[in-house]
C-alpha cells in the first residue's frame, strides 16, 4: 500500500486531502479525526493527497522522493502566459539534424519530464526504449519502409518521399541520431492519447535544450502492418509510438500560417 496513512504529529486537519482525494480515500471518522481507509485498493497513485498537503504529513512507500520548489503554489508566476505562448507556437518538426550525438545527460532530461505527462486515471504503464546505434536505426527505417511499402495505399502516398530521402542519403528519421519509442503493455483505449501526452512533454522539454524533435507517424503506421516491428525498437505490449531526437540543423524565422478553428460556445 503506497499511501500507508496520516502522521498525526503534523496534521493539522485542514481537510484539503479530503477534498482532493479522487477516489475518496480520506474522511473524518466519528472522532472528528481525518483517517485514510482503502480496503479494496482504490487508490489510484495521484499523489494528490501528497501534494496539497501544506505539513508533508501524508506517509508514503515506493513511489518515489517528492519535491518541491519556489513558485510551485503558483506556477502561473514560473512563465507568463505571453512568452509560453511563444515558446508553444516555436516549436516545429525537426526533419534535418546534424550528425553529433546529444549528451546522454540531456537525453535523461528529457525522459525525466516524460515522467510527468498525465495518463488516463494515472495509468503511468508506458516504457521508453531509447535506440542511438546508427545501425539499429538504419536496421528499423529499412523495417518501416519495407512494411509500408507492402501496402498499396502507403506506398501511393509516402513512395515519393522514401525515394527522396533515400536520394539524399537519409532514413526515414532523416538521420536523427536518436529515436525515443514509448510502449506500453496496458489494453486500453486511451493508449493513443496517453503516449501522446508523454511525446509531448519530451518535445517540449527537448525544445527547451535546443534540441528538435518530430512525431514519427510513420513508425506508428508500420507497427500497425507489421507488429514484428517492435523486437527491433524494443517495444513491448500492444501500443508503441515515437519521436526522433537530435540538434537541428535548421533555423526558423517566423511561425506558419494556421487557420482559425471553428469554435461552439454552449
Not at 519530451?202 to 510513420?218: D, E, F, I, P
Request: aromatic share 10%; with cysteine.
Amino acid at each position: 500500500m503506497p499511501i500507508v496513512g496520516i502522521d498525526y504529529d503534523k496534521c493539522i486537519n485542514c481537510y484539503e486531502c479530503v477534498k482532493e482525494c479522487p477516489a475518496y480515500l480520506y474522511y473524518e471518522d466519528e472522532k472528528g479525526k481525518i483517517t485514510y481507509d482503502d480496503p479494496t485498493k482504490r487508490c489510484i497513485l495521484c499523489g494528490h493527497c501528497i501534494a496539497v498537503c501544506p505539513e508533508d504529513a501524508i506517509i508514503h512507500e515506493g513511489m518515489g522522493e517528492t519535491s518541491t520548489f519556489e513558485g510551485i503554489k503558483n506556477p502561473e508566476s514560473l512563465i507568463p502566459y505571453e512568452t509560453l505562448y511563444k515558446f508553444l507556437r516555436s516549436l516545429r518538426v525537426t526533419r534535418r539534424y546534424k550528425v553529433e550525438k546529444v549528451p546522454e545527460e540531456l537525453i535523461n532530461n528529457v525522459l525525466d519530464a516524460m515522467r510527468f505527462a498525465p495518463t488516463g486515471a494515472n495509468i503511468r504503464g508506458e516504457n521508453f526504449t531509447v535506440i542511438s546505434d546508427t545501425e539499429r536505426l538504419n536496421e528499423i527505417s529499412n523495417a518501416i519502409r519495407e512494411a509500408m511499402e507492402s501496402d498499396k495505399s502507403m506506398k501511393k502516398q509516402f513512395g515519393r518521399t522514401f525515394k527522396m530521402l533515400e536520394n539524399e542519403g537519409k532514413n526515414l528519421f532523416f538521420n536523427a541520431p536518436h529515436l525515443i519509442v514509448v510502449h506500453t503493455l496496458m489494453l486500453m483505449n486511451m493508449n493513443y492519447i496517453n503516449i501522446g501526452n508523454i511525446v509531448t512533454y519530451g518535445r517540449l522539454a527537448a525544445h527547451s535544450l535546443g534540441l528538435g524533435t518530430c512525431y514519427h507517424g510513420w513508425t506508428q503506421l508500420a507497427l500497425e502492418i507489421n507488429p514484428k516491428i517492435k523486437k527491433l525498437i524494443k517495444a513491448s505490449g500492444t501500443t508503441a509510438c515515437a519521436f526522433t531526437l537530435g540538434y537541428p540543423d535548421v533555423k526558423f524565422y517566423r511561425v506558419p500560417p494556421r487557420a482559425p478553428k471553428r469554435v461552439r460556445k454552449v
